[in-house]
T-cell receptor
């Protein structure tokens, strides 16, 4: 099946620094990728929709200047958490949409997630 | 607005059957998904419904009623490894195909 690789799996950073998370579709092209955030014992909250070659679409309440998204190719999207603070500590998950399987049950695949801890 | 509701937690016994309900109110509808998520891991796909009725896949079945904005996930012959969070997600009618998730149901399977 299709694979989405997310890197790193976990990261610890100091408050005030920036962290970049990568999401790659390994065996399919993804014009659209989604970034989610999940706090402990809560569900996935969609942060933004990343579109290849254009600006990301952010959900209400998500600061676009703090969570920078770049989708420069059909297989790679990156999320950069800028000037991270302890409250940004969370589980970040990406999902990629398979162009070849639009509107089917296997349309989107999830990365393995990134556990970010800001100290 | 968009709203997806499911129970926060459920407990069931090994070997039993459990039904996890999900109700939704969304802007448009292009399918409902159920995912299983173990702590610290990404969700894994369980089922997909876009038409009314029951979809069966091994020990797992999922039902959808679009007119009622209602779905359930049925797990049969429960095993200890089924202890996990079960997420209901709806793909809205707007372009982009983004999924909106419910808060998840934490299922505990006891011996």
């Amino acid at each position: 099946g299709a694979v989405v690789s997310q890197h790193p799996s976990w990261v610890i950073c100091k408050s005030g620094t920036s962290v970049k998370i990568e999401c790659r579709s390994l065996d399919f092209q993804a014009t659209t990728m989604f970034w989610y955030r999940q706090f402990p014992k809560q569900s996935l909250m969609l942060m933004a929709t990343s579109n290849e070659g254009s600006k990301a679409t952010y959900e209400q309440g998500v600061e676009k200047d703090k969570f920078l998204i770049n989708h420069a190719s059909l297989t790679l999207s990156t999320l950069t958490v800028t000037s991270a603070h302890p409250e940004d500590s969370s589980f970040y998950i990406c999902s990629a949409r398979d162009l070849g399987r639009i509107r089917t049950n296997t349309e989107a695949f999830f990365g393995q997630g990134t556990r970010l801890t800001v100290v | 607005g968009q709203n997806i509701d499911q129970p926060t937690e459920m407990t069931a016994t090994e070997g039993a059957i459990v039904q996890i309900n999900c109700t939704y109110q969304t802007s448009g509808f292009n399918g409902l998904f159920w995912y299983q998520q173990h702590a610290g891991e990404a969700p894994t796909f369980l089922s997909y419904n876009v038409l009314d009725g029951l979809e069966e896949k091994g020990r797992f079945s999922s039902f959808l009623s679009r007119s009622k904005g209602y779905s359930y996930l049925l797990l049969k012959e429960l095993q200890m490894k089924d202890s996990a969070s079960y997420l209901c997600a709806v793909r809205g009618g707007t372009s982009g195909g983004k999924l909106i998730f419910g808060q998840g149901t934490e299922l505990s399977v006891k011996p």
